[in-house]
């Protein structure tokens, strides 16, 4: 097996003498840097300034703007308002907006950097989105939601003047009709539009039953457009699949310029308007695919796929100044990367410090902006801080200039994250993880474990800020988590090592990374505890099934039953199609086979179920059953419900407090057997 590595990531600052552990109530204390937008010359950048007020329990994004070499760090917008989705115009003059305006809801806002003037430019019925300059800096492209009558059989009687009758029936047509995050979807598809810099009535410019996506992409003419969208006949069914398409202004007529099986999306148009980068794959059906850059010659239709031999899936792609070079971002061992490539191919690594916008747990994640002139700026993340902010242009290594947290954190004792790499006991497979430890860990002493696991299961952890982590940390754990097989940033091979067998041999990857952390002598090997949500949930509950090791374990928002879970959460068309070969009629055995629940007669460790009410993903009949079955069978069990949440049981402060403090409450019930 291979040597354990270990690389201990401190904080910034030095602790004081007065320092202590991260409390849970400082989750409120915690900003990030949500958004970067950098000016077209690379001179200044604005991004979202999020922070978390404790009155209202939501967090609130202020617009900031700094210099690029971090001068003038001062508020642009700010106040009890959310602003979000700052846009430039192409001559740096004017910054477009969003912000509510009372009784019109969110509206487009344009500001006049010079003096600082603002205007309301829209009065729309729905929420803007994908904003996009055009070239000559005469007008805006965004999408909106366009609603439709709701389908319905039959017209029902009047009711009498002052008559209280019970709502009407919904009629529901549609494949998808909700979804997690926003509840039931409103009848309509989104259509782009096209309003003036100087405000006035927008002009549709799509229409028909398909929805048409951003982000919005002009030609350097402004007279053409150029998004993605799903315009087949069978788009409720085959929602992966989109295509390229281009819009002429002056007649509204269509033109499809990719014909892939599979997504294609993003667009972005060189400078010299010859080509058309985008992002996307060839769709096999598979459970992980890794989406690649391409490049479409606008002249000949032509396409290049630039990354074909690079396995890594890329997230971003954008113009670098250049109409030979690009930016991109992608993930690799954990860490979130932006590089230049080459329209040859050739890709050179700019920073590995993207990320830091999630504050519960380590997941990948960070954003980027570019200049006209090359320049960038990104959210940077580190272990012990959320997301700051960092610029660079050319050879010059990045430079981090805004950091939102020393005041709060450089006062706090946090827990080391240290990298521990293991081979799995059921083939030698390298898995990577990390392990934070107590802020006075001792590596003498011995302490309680929490194996803590991502969803996904397509998603990656890494060496990120995770107030989750830290709290139990401060509670006085070792926390391991890690990314075992079907994880993504290693590539296709290794993240599909789970399709159509999730779960599988994850299982073995993680109990061997128990293994390891109790091999370097500081975990108390009778006092292991584990938890995860979603994908973690589902492993939770199968590492439960499958072995009596563990003390007690908090099953997070998990899938219990295959079959009724494909046909009731709010992917449904999506997971029986990808993830199992055939439907759950088609072969109940196999959904039943990977199901937790068929493993609940094995259960005895002590196991919470921990999910939102309102969860659409997982629904909470998933929870159910299984402390239904728990219960019947005599294991100790409670089921914790979280009031209004989805998906997201950890969206509001107070619900991370709530869910960190649970199962903390629940593991400490659970103290190992005393000799």
């Known amino acids: 097996m291979r040597s354990l590595i270990l690389m201990l990531l401190l904080a910034s600052s030095p602790l004081l003498a007065n320092d202590q552990p991260l409390e849970n109530t400082d989750i409120f204390e915690l900003e990030l840097v949500a958004e970067t937008q950098i000016s077209p010359d690379g001179s200044q950048v604005v991004y979202v300034r999020r922070s978390m007020d404790i ?39 004017r910054l477009a907006y969003v912000t509510s305006v009372e009784g019109r809801g969110a509206q487009i806002h344009l500001r006049w950097m ?14 803007p989105a994908s904003m996009s300059w055009s070239p000559d ?46 509840g039931e979807l409103e009848t309509g598809f989104s259509q782009v539009f096209v309003i003036s810099a100087e405000g006035g009535t927008p002009r549709q410019l799509t229409s028909g039953a398909f ?45 499809k310029l990719t014909d892939i099986d599979g997504p294609e999306n993003s667009p972005v148009v060189s400078p010299d308007g010859s080509k058309l980068a985008f992002l996307g794959f060839e769709d096999k059906l598979m459970g992980y695919q890794t989406s690649e850059v ?61 990320g830091g916008t999630t504050l519960g747990r380590p997941y990948t994640s960070g954003s980027f902006s570019a200049s006209q002139n090359g320049a960038y700026a990104y959210t940077a993340g580190q272990a012990l801080r959320p997301a700051g902010l960092a610029t660079g242009k050319g050879n010059a290594a990045p430079k981090r200039i805004v950091d939102l947290n020393e005041d ?88 599909n090592e789970i399709h159509h067998n999730y779960p599988g041999q994850d299982y073995d990857d993680l109990m061997s990374g128990v293994d390891a952390a109790i091999a370097m002598g500081f975990v108390d090997e009778d006092a292991l505890y584990v938890t995860g949500g979603s994908g973690g949930g589902v492993l939770t509950a199968w ?4 072995t009596d090791r563990f003390r007690a374990a908090v099953v997070a928002k998990p899938v219990i ?68 079955a728990l219960q019947i069978r005599g294991v100790d069990t409670v089921l914790i419900r979280v009031p209004g949440a989805y998906h997201g049981i950890a969206a509001r402060p107070s619900q991370l407090i709530a869910k960190v403090d649970n199962i903390l409450a629940w593991f400490e019930r659970y103290p190992p057997e005393q000799e």
């Open 211 to 255: 929805n048409h996506n951003g982000p919005i992409a002009w030609s350097p003419d402004s007279k053409m457009l150029y998004f993605s969208a799903n315009r087949n006949a069978d788009w409720q069914l085959d929602q992966a699949e989109s295509a390229i398409w281009a819009l002429q202004l002056s007649d509204k007529s269509l033109t």
């Open 294 to 354: 391409s490049v479409l010659d606008l002249e000949d239709g032509s396409i290049t796929v630039l990354t074909a031999d690079f396995d890594r899936s890329v997230d971003e792609v954008q113009w670098a100044g250049s109409s030979n070079r690009l930016f991109v971002q992608y993930d690799d061992h954990g860490k979130t990367y932006l590089a230049s490539l080459t329209t040859g191919g050739k890709l050179k690594t700019l920073a590995d410090d993207l």
């Open 561 to 628: 039953n295959w079959a009724s879970f494909a046909l009731t959460s709010d992917g449904a068309p999506y997971y029986s199609s990808y993830w199992f070969e055939k439907q759950p009629w088609e072969d109940p055995e196999g959904y039943w086979a990977r199901s937790p629940l068929s493993l609940v007669g094995n259960v005895t460790t002590p196991t919470a179920l921990l999910t939102g009410e309102a969860d659409l993903r997982t629904p909470m009949s998933q929870s159910e059953e299984y402390y239904q």
């Open 55 to 93: 009155m209202t329990d939501r967090g609130v994004s202020n617009l900031w703007i700094v210099d690029a070499n971090g001068a003038n760090n001062r508020p642009l917008l700010s106040g009890p308002e959310n602003y979000g989705s700052p846009r430039w115009s192409p001559d740096g003059a």
């Open 408 to 495: 709060l954190l450089g006062y706090r004792t946090m827990g080391a994250v240290q990298e521990i790499n293991w081979a799995s006991s059921y083939d030698g497979q390298e898995i990577q993880g990390w392990l934070v430890t107590p802020p006075d860990f001792d590596p003498g002493k011995k302490y309680p474990l929490i194996l803590e696991i991502h969803g996904g299961p397509f998603a990656a952890y890494g060496p990120q800020f995770s107030a989750e982590a830290q709290l139990f940390a401060a509670a006085g754990y070792v926390v391991l988590y890690s990314n075992p097989r079907g994880s993504t940033s290693y590539g296709y091979d290794f993240a």
């Open 137 to 182: 800096g005469q007008s805006i492209a965004f999408t909106m939601l366009v609603p439709e009558t709701p389908a319905s059989l039959v017209t029902p009687p009047k009711a009498p003047e002052g008559a209280e009758w019970a709502p009407p029936v919904k009629v529901i047509d549609r494949v998808t009709w909700r979804a997690d995050g926003q």
């Open 114 to 127: 010079d003096s600082g003037q603002s205007a309301v430019l829209s009065n729309l019925r729905r929420a």
């Open 543 to 546: 590492i439960v099934g499958n």
